[in-house]
């Protein structure tokens, strides 16, 4: 059974910096994409980044390029996003999740970590 494990998240001040990670404990094929979304109260989760886990592709929502990189380390089975000048609008549960093609919708995710909080104080 694969598991998806977050960890990283934290509070932080608009403008700082956080990096997540997500290690998955099974080694993702060179098939498979990693995918970052978020969740806050109220909202629908959105599609954040996403990486291609043999090309290293990756894929970014308009509202985090240019602040957010998604990366992985394909030696550890693990996936991070170094995100920085971070706003207030970031602040959300951050989940990872693994497919089998690249997608921005969350309903093509079946394997998915727990999450780890961002709060982002102004």
């Known amino acids: 059974q694969v598991q998806l494990v977050e960890s990283g998240g934290g509070l932080v001040q608009t403008g700082g910096s956080l990096r997540l990670s997500c290690e998955a404990s099974?080694?993702?094929?060179?098939?498979?994409?990693m995918v970052w979304f978020r969740q806050a109260p109220g909202r629908a989760r959105e599609f954040v980044a996403a990486v291609r886990w043999g090309s290293g592709m990756t894929y970014y929502a308009d509202s985090v390029k240019g602040r957010f990189t998604v990366s992985r380390d394909r030696t550890e089975s693990t996936m991070y996003l170094q995100m920085n000048n971070l706003k207030p609008e970031d602040a959300a549960l951050y989940y990872c999740a693994r497919g089998n093609s690249y997608s921005t919708s969350p309903n093509d995710f079946r394997i998915w970590g727990q999450g780890t909080q961002v709060t982002v104080s102004s």
């Open positions: 099974g080694r993702p094929y060179s098939s498979h994409v």
